[in-house]
């Protein structure tokens, strides 16, 4: 078996006195869509701010190609390619759509290749490229999520951890996201562990699933398996 | 990023103002002249530092309430190493220099003595503010913001106490008195009287030259880029590999650097500098003029210290005439009412301040394409995130 490109191994952390994630032992492959799903609470959020270094750990190793990520600076994570796009559309209000798309190549000095990746961006995203001269913070929400999710491509990833795409977004818009991050992965072969709480349509993007309950992993198998899971129709695909 | 044309037509014009101000002044009378020169020195000092603030507060989002601790180091630092020894340092560059009379005097004005020593002065206040700010920022920084702004507070109260109290450094509440002038030339029985009016206003526009231009640089950089990622979203900003801490610091450090700068160019004002020169009020219209000009704009935090500035200038001046004409006597601090009242109805009609930010950091992009920015003040999502 070769070695995962990400590993959980017992990992704990928390906020303040509170452990919020007790344990969790998780791998994702390269190439791999991953989702983990679960109720509020559980700790999906947690476990990405934790991959992402913005949260330190408490217990336990993360293992990332071949070197553990305890104690590395998020920025330098995210040299190492791991980028996280955080919930609830965490864009820069107060710049522009194209300036905004240019942080997320921050560490790249490569003019040519970041000038190439941003047409790709508004190729992939077409409406971005008509509004690319507005305000961030004028955008409507399925568009801030669509820059979000381009601007964390912008850095050149090889992992992309997704949370809540799809929060608060009208459907159509959903399925047009999903239907981006399943391209990118496949095209640009970037690794994503996918945060989600619409279980459904997780589990029918994703090719593994971890089931997340108050901080420990209960369950963990392919995505098609997890959908057809009594335990997992009934708690999180209602019946 | 490109600069903004407009907005370097803009400052280059007000900088060739200020230059000719003097001279048009002087066909008013010299009352006039003289008033001038008064009350645009001090607008002078106030658009310096409210300039080094806009790069904390106005660029990176970091509420700072003490900046006049850093002014009044820069201050303390060139008034006593001036003034140490009987004016050693002069004494030192007097020795080698040659000794130049009547016109050659202000021609080779850069062959002075006592401008030698300020500029002498001017690196030791700039490395020691940069360094005091170090060393409050490494522990305190990674505080969110509102409680880096209480430690700002709470450590330019303590200088204050510091230098009141200090005495065998400081001088104590006496202050530091008989600052040489910035030039010999300015003083004494073979003063030139034109330059010993003016020097110090000329200095102020050139330090203010230099602090727009570092100002205008560094966000238009790619470390400014940085700076403004960090102020608009801090999370986003981690999550694109922005390290936060480091460019928190760079905008402390930057900031402290420019106001060490304001603050010698006051020295050079006011030949003097005592502890009620570092009164709490003057941290707070520093963030005045940043508010009202418009947090992040280097044109607006311009006409915020000029606005601040002369008015206050006018009221300390104007009042006591007026006191005298009506027959009452108008207390001093009505100058802080009024300015609450300016900032209330600034804040009501132009929640942006007067000049906000998006036509300039945005290469005037915006402008063209007629896109407008929302209308929430940004002063008071400091230290939130999101």
Same mark, same amino acid.
């Given at each position: 078996?070769?070695?995962?490109?990400?590993?959980?191994?017992?990992?704990?952390?928390?906020?303040?006195? *509170?452990?919020? #994630?007790?344990?969790? !032992?998780?791998?994702?492959?390269?190439?791999?869509?991953?989702?983990?799903?679960?109720?509020?609470?559980?700790?999906?959020?947690?476990?990405? *701010?934790?991959?992402?270094?913005?949260?330190?750990?408490?217990?336990?190793?993360?293992?990332?190609?071949?070197?553990?990520?305890?104690?590395?600076?998020?920025?330098?994570?995210?040299?190492?390619?791991?980028?996280?796009?955080?919930?609830?559309?965490?864009?820069?209000?107060?710049?522009?759509?194209?300036?905004?798309?240019?942080?997320?190549?921050?560490?790249?000095? !490569?003019?040519?290749?970041?000038?190439? !990746?941003?047409?790709?961006?508004?190729?992939?995203?077409?409406?971005?490229?008509?509004?690319?001269?507005?305000?961030?913070?004028?955008?409507?929400?399925?568009?801030?999520?669509?820059?979000?999710?381009?601007?964390?491509?912008?850095?050149?990833?090889?992992? #992309?951890?997704?949370?809540?795409?799809?929060?608060?977004?009208?459907?159509?818009?959903?399925?047009?996201?999903?239907?981006?991050?399943?391209?990118?992965?496949?095209?640009?072969?970037?690794?994503?562990?996918?945060?989600?709480?619409?279980?459904?349509?997780?589990?029918?993007?994703?090719?593994?699933?971890?089931?997340?309950?108050?901080?420990?992993?209960?369950?963990?198998?392919?995505?098609?398996?997890?959908?057809?899971?009594?335990?997992?129709?009934?708690?999180?695909?209602?019946? | 990023?490109?600069?903004?044309?407009?907005?370097?037509?803009?400052?280059?014009?007000?900088?060739?103002? =200020?230059?000719?101000?003097?001279?048009?002044?002087?066909?008013?009378?010299?009352?006039?002249?003289?008033?001038?020169?008064?009350?645009?020195?001090?607008?002078?000092? +106030?658009?310096?530092?409210?300039?080094?603030?806009?790069?904390?507060?106005?660029?990176? /989002?970091?509420?700072? =309430?003490?900046?006049?601790?850093?002014?009044?180091?820069?201050?303390?630092?060139?008034?006593?190493?001036?003034?140490?020894?009987?004016?050693?340092?002069?004494?030192?560059?007097? /020795?080698?220099?040659?000794?130049?009379?009547?016109?050659?005097?202000?021609?080779?004005?850069? =062959?002075? %003595?006592?401008?030698?020593? +300020?500029?002498?002065?001017?690196?030791?206040?700039?490395?020691?503010?940069? =360094?005091?700010?170090?060393?409050?920022?490494? %522990?305190?920084?990674?505080?969110?913001?509102?409680?880096?702004?209480?430690?700002?507070?709470?450590?330019?109260?303590?200088?204050?106490?510091?230098?009141?109290?200090?005495?065998?450094?400081?001088?104590?509440?006496?202050?530091?008195?008989?600052?040489?002038?910035?030039?010999?030339?300015?003083?004494?029985?073979?003063?030139?009287?034109?330059?010993?009016?003016?020097?110090?206003?000329?200095?102020?526009?050139?330090?203010?030259?230099?602090?727009?231009?570092?100002?205008?640089?560094?966000?238009?950089?790619?470390?400014?880029?940085?700076?403004?990622?960090?102020?608009?979203?801090?999370?986003?900003?981690?999550?694109?590999?922005?390290?936060?801490?480091?460019?928190?610091?760079?905008?402390?450090?930057?900031?402290?650097?420019?106001?060490?700068?304001? /603050?010698?160019?006051?020295?050079?004002?006011?030949?003097?500098?005592?502890?009620?020169?570092?009164?709490?009020?003057?941290?707070?219209?520093?963030?005045?003029?940043?508010?009202?000009? /418009?947090?992040?704009?280097?044109?607006?935090?311009?006409?915020?210290?000029?606005?601040?500035?002369?008015?206050?200038?006018?009221?300390?001046?104007?009042?006591?005439?007026?006191?005298?004409?009506?027959?009452?006597?108008?207390?001093?601090?009505?100058?802080?009412?009024?300015?609450?009242?300016?900032?209330?109805?600034?804040?009501?009609?132009?929640?942006?301040?007067?000049?906000?930010?998006?036509?300039?950091?945005?290469?005037?992009?915006?402008?063209?394409?007629?896109?407008?920015?929302?209308?929430?003040?940004?002063?008071?999502?400091?230290?939130?995130?999101?």
């Amino acid at each position: 078996m070769s070695t995962p490109l990400i590993e959980f191994k017992g990992v704990k952390t928390g906020y303040g006195q *509170m452990e919020v #994630l007790h344990g969790i !032992d998780l791998h994702v492959d390269q190439g791999e869509i991953v989702t983990l799903i679960g109720s509020n609470g559980a700790g999906k959020t947690t476990t990405l *701010m934790t991959l992402s270094g913005v949260n330190k750990v408490w217990e336990g190793e993360i293992w990332y190609e071949g070197a553990c990520l305890n104690g590395v600076p998020p920025h330098e994570i995210v040299a190492r390619g791991i980028c996280h796009v955080p919930e609830g559309r965490q864009i820069f209000r107060d710049l522009t759509v194209e300036e905004n798309l240019r942080l997320g190549a921050y560490l790249r000095s !490569d003019q040519a290749a970041i000038q190439k !990746d941003l047409e790709h961006s508004f190729d992939m995203f077409p409406i971005l490229r008509e509004r690319s001269f507005q305000l961030g913070g004028t955008l409507s929400g399925g568009e801030q999520q669509m820059l979000a999710i381009a601007r964390g491509l912008m850095g050149k990833p090889k992992v #992309l951890l997704l949370d809540e795409p799809s929060l608060g977004l009208a459907p159509l818009i959903v399925a047009d996201i999903f239907e981006t991050v399943k391209r990118v992965n496949k095209e640009e072969d970037v690794t994503v562990v996918l945060v989600e709480q619409n279980a459904n349509l997780a589990l029918k993007t994703a090719n593994r699933g971890y089931v997340l309950e108050t901080g420990t992993i209960t369950l963990s198998d392919d995505a098609d398996k997890l959908a057809n899971n009594p335990k997992v129709r009934e708690a999180y695909l209602g019946g | 990023m490109t600069l903004p044309r407009k907005e370097t037509r803009f400052l280059l014009i007000a900088l060739v103002a =200020l230059l000719l101000l003097p001279f048009a002044t002087m066909l008013l009378g010299d009352r006039a002249w003289l008033l001038s020169l008064s009350v645009g020195s001090y607008c002078l000092l +106030y658009m310096i530092n409210a300039q080094a603030l806009n790069v904390q507060v106005g660029m990176t /989002g970091l509420l700072n =309430l003490g900046p006049i601790a850093f002014v009044g180091l820069g201050a303390y630092t060139g008034a006593l190493m001036l003034t140490a020894g009987d004016n050693a340092l002069i004494g030192f560059y007097a /020795g080698f220099v040659p000794e130049l009379s009547g016109h050659l005097r202000w021609v080779l004005f850069f =062959l002075d %003595p006592n401008f030698l020593a +300020y500029l002498t002065v001017i690196p030791v206040a700039i490395v020691l503010s940069m =360094l005091l700010s170090l060393l409050l920022g490494l %522990p305190t920084l990674k505080l969110s913001g509102d409680y880096f702004a209480i430690v700002t507070l709470g450590f330019a109260q303590i200088f204050y106490l510091v230098v009141k109290n200090e005495a065998w450094l400081t001088k104590g509440s006496a202050g530091v008195t008989d600052v040489p002038a910035l030039f010999s030339f300015c003083t004494g029985p073979n003063r030139i009287e034109f330059f010993s009016h003016t020097a110090h206003y000329f200095f102020g526009v050139a330090v203010l030259a230099v602090c727009l231009y570092v100002v205008v640089r560094l966000r238009d950089s790619y470390l400014g880029r940085g700076l403004l990622a960090v102020r608009d979203n801090e999370l986003a900003a981690q999550s694109n590999g922005v390290n936060v801490a480091k460019y928190r610091m760079l905008s402390f450090m930057v900031f402290s650097a420019l106001a060490a700068l304001g /603050g010698v160019a006051m020295l050079a004002r006011a030949k003097f500098v005592s502890p009620n020169d570092l009164n709490f009020m003057e941290s707070i219209l520093f963030l005045c003029c940043v508010v009202l000009g /418009g947090m992040g704009s280097v044109r607006g935090v311009l006409l915020g210290g000029i606005a601040l500035g002369a008015l206050g200038e006018v009221m300390r001046i104007g009042l006591p005439v007026v006191s005298e004409t009506i027959g009452y006597e108008i207390p001093a601090q009505v100058r802080y009412v009024l300015f609450g009242m300016i900032l209330i109805l600034v804040m009501r009609y132009r929640p942006n301040g007067i000049l906000p930010v998006a036509a300039e950091e945005h290469a005037g992009g915006l402008e063209k394409l007629g896109a407008h920015r929302d209308a929430e003040p940004t002063f008071f999502k400091l230290g939130t995130k999101g």
